[in-house]
DNA sequence: CGATGCATGTAACGCGTTACATGATTAC
DNA sequence: GTAATCATGTAACGCGTTACATGCATCG
């Protein structure tokens, strides 16, 4: 179900080819949100297209489709957007490595948390780098929630690094 | 793949059945780390047994079977915890929520953000004290590293509620 | 004897990844 | 002309969810 509504925000955004959305995944969704390949893109477009959620606005070379929303789709959208989501259920294999390194000697285990925080870390430095001079309010006005769900996806980041440091007092004490 | 080393994991502690296993899903790893339903964790055990990495340590009452981690599988475990993983891909629909939000009305975008941290500080507060008196090191002196994965998710709420105030206000900036 | 919990499985479907496959256009 | 990039698709496979299906044991 995501995939269909990250495509119909981008959509949202301005029209564009399932090729454009392939890159804007990889540019910008990738890092916080989601992914997806244009494997996987093309097929859910034409199926958001026949249920009239898009349309193709315009057809250009090399089989070129530009989809557009429809008035159905942004109402779709919106209605998606402020729904309370249920509780997701959480998948991830980096705190299931946490949760088994008991099975490690416990040198090794914080050798591990100690690899895990550098990489932590370095992603913060470079994604930091990177955001510098992005304001989160665009220049005209209006909020850049991609911006806005970067700085969270860094404090994340920041509370694990936090975390390390408190976790191996706990392992040392 | 991820499924696997959570069962070889929670094997290498004690032997178990796959009953008990999805208990055991259902009561930890399920709220930080991993999910599994009984209709994945049966076939999966099958599969570890017949690749010799588990095998039936008893045969109970009702069919059931008690597995035990063996030598092999223990390896392999070991080998998957210390391997460096490559980045994780995000696949967050809360975060897709928030990079989407640019198309809600300035004023609806800001609810939704209210009722994500009202979401987010209500688990807090009851895992928080479900997690009072639970100490990191164990009895024995080994850590317990579901309690310490526990105080990282904790912290990564945290920094969700704290970001929260410093988006609002950047909105209203 | 009936409800609840223990205990194990299979089938159908949906979502996501990898790999396969093709061809047009542009820049050098 | 040839390499890179634009552009779109399909097929096979694996993982995860929901639903279907069955039967034994224990407690009241």
Redesign the pocket.
Known sequence: ???KYALLGLLDNHPA????LTQEFAASLERWAW??????I??E??KLEKDGLIEVAEE??????TYAITRVGREDLRQWLVQPSKRE?M?SEFMLRLFLMGSLPKAQARKMIERMVAGAQSEIDAVREAMADEDPIGPDGRPEFGILAGELGLRQYQALVDWADWAIEQLEG
């Open positions: 179900m995501s995939l080819s399932g090729y454009e992914h997806a390949k244009h494997s996987q093309y097929p477009l034409a250009g070379a090399r089989g070129r489709k259920r998948r």
